[in-house]
């Protein structure tokens, strides 16, 4: 009996151990490659932070980001973060602590098309103040530990 319900649990698929595949390698996005990513993320968007993937080396994703109103604070340990806005515009906030979920003695700055912005890794930051849709092209960056 024990024998056939070890065997029974075996074939049970188990999701928490199974891990997602790596996004692909993808060394080119065309403008029209990037605006149809821009059309994808504004179609799928419901709240909060909506990803595609513009490039990819194994470490490096280049990810588009769409977004319409404010979410939540991010720190990224182990990972500088390169933002460029190409559409729309807000307010960054950068810097400071994070505390209950909200960032405390962080520098406001308003950002628009164009802009760039390098956060060091560990650094608090938030999007806020979004002026009808915030898009951006990020690019993040495993700290070197040497």
Do not use: W
């Not at 209950?100 to 608090?124: C, M, Q």
């Amino acid at each position: 009996m024990r024998l056939a319900l070890l065997a029974a649990l075996a074939l049970v698929p188990l999701p928490a151990l199974a891990q997602a595949a790596p996004p692909p390698v993808r060394l080119f996005s065309s403008a029209a490659d990037v605006q149809a990513l821009i059309a994808q993320a504004r179609a799928e968007h419901k709240d909060g932070n909506t990803v595609k993937i513009i490039g990819n080396l194994p470490g490096y994703p280049v990810q588009l980001e769409f977004r319409t109103g404010t979410t939540p604070p991010s720190v990224h340990p182990v990972q500088n973060e390169l933002i460029e806005v190409i559409g729309g515009g807000c307010t960054l906030i950068t810097g400071g602590i994070l505390s209950g979920g909200k960032i405390e003695g962080g520098s406001p700055r308003k950002v628009g098309k164009g802009d760039y912005v390098l956060v060091p890794a560990n650094t608090p930051h938030q999007y806020t103040e979004i002026q009808g849709e915030l898009i951006t092209m990020a690019v993040h960056m495993p700290v070197n530990k040497n």
